[in-house]
T-cell receptor
Framework: AQSVAQPEDQVNVAEGNPLTVKCTYS??????LFWYVQYPNRGLQFLLK??????LVKGSYGFEAEFNKSQTSFHLKKPSALVSDSALYFC?????????????FGKGTKLSVKP | EAGVVQSPRYKIIEKKQPVAFWCNPI?????LYWYLQNLGQGPELLIR????????DSQLPKDRFSAERLKGVDSTLKIQPAELGDSAVYLC???????????FGPGTRLTVL
């Protein structure tokens, strides 16, 4: 069975500092990994994905994520946080094998960036 | 390009009443999803469509929930009768296929009194 964990309920960062939002996963086959962001009263917005290839994936709004197979992690990072980055961030995974797997979402991490 | 459209955005009903949510996916997207999102949680899949076929409805409480995607385009999710525990945000998403990133609508926030 596939699963995803976001160990931090909340991450607090000062504006201009680097940020990291952690995610670990478990799948039987090769993982398809995604990060989404949710602003208040809005649907989820796609940030980036890892399917195959380079372990460092670059996405929208200056975010990037590093796939680490040995640690089964896919942490979201940004070199310099903005106040406008404050939102709820979700990591999601699906098993790359077959066509029946669905996307499993973590419980979310609230990012708070203070001026 | 228009995104995923959902209506209504908010709905308040009495328990035991019926309610329906509508979703229009991004044009050309074959795969459509309905998710339930409780406060402080990630979305949980209710049903996934490939064109007009429901390929995974294992998490849909079929005693009270039903869904349809006639003609493989827009979709309706219905609850009858609604219970207090159904209060949540119902999200619709679509993707080119089940391997691609999903695009989400703004959701319908349901409150059952």
């Amino acid at each position: 069975a596939q699963s995803v964990a976001q160990p931090e309920d909340q991450v607090n960062v000062a504006e201009g500092n680097p940020l990291t939002v952690k995610c670990t996963y478990s799948v039987s086959g090769n993982p398809y990994l995604f990060w989404y962001v949710q602003y208040p009263n809005r649907g989820l917005q796609f940030l980036l994905k890892y399917i195959t290839g380079d372990n460092l994936v670059k996405g929208s709004y200056g975010f990037e994520a590093e796939f680490n197979k040995s640690q089964t992690s896919f942490h979201l990072k940004k070199p310099s946080a903005l106040v406008s980055d404050s939102a709820l961030y979700f990591c999601a995974v699906r098993d790359g094998r077959g066509s029946q797997g669905n996307l499993i979402f973590g419980k979310g991490t609230k990012l708070s960036v203070k001026p | 390009e228009a995104g995923v459209v959902q209506s209504p955005r908010y709905k308040i009903i009495e328990k035991k009443q019926p309610v329906a949510f509508w979703c229009n996916p991004i044009s050309g997207h074959n795969t459509l999803y309905w998710y339930l999102q409780n406060l402080g949680q990630g979305p949980e899949l209710l049903i996934r469509y490939e064109n007009e076929e429901a390929v995974d409805d294992s998490q849909l409480p079929k005693d009270r929930f039903s869904a349809e995607r006639l003609k493989g385009v827009d979709s309706t999710l219905k609850i009858q009768p609604a219970e207090l525990g159904d209060s949540a945000v119902y999200l619709c998403a679509s993707s080119l296929n089940s391997y691609n990133e999903q695009f989400f609508g703004p959701g319908t926030r349901l409150t059952v009194l």
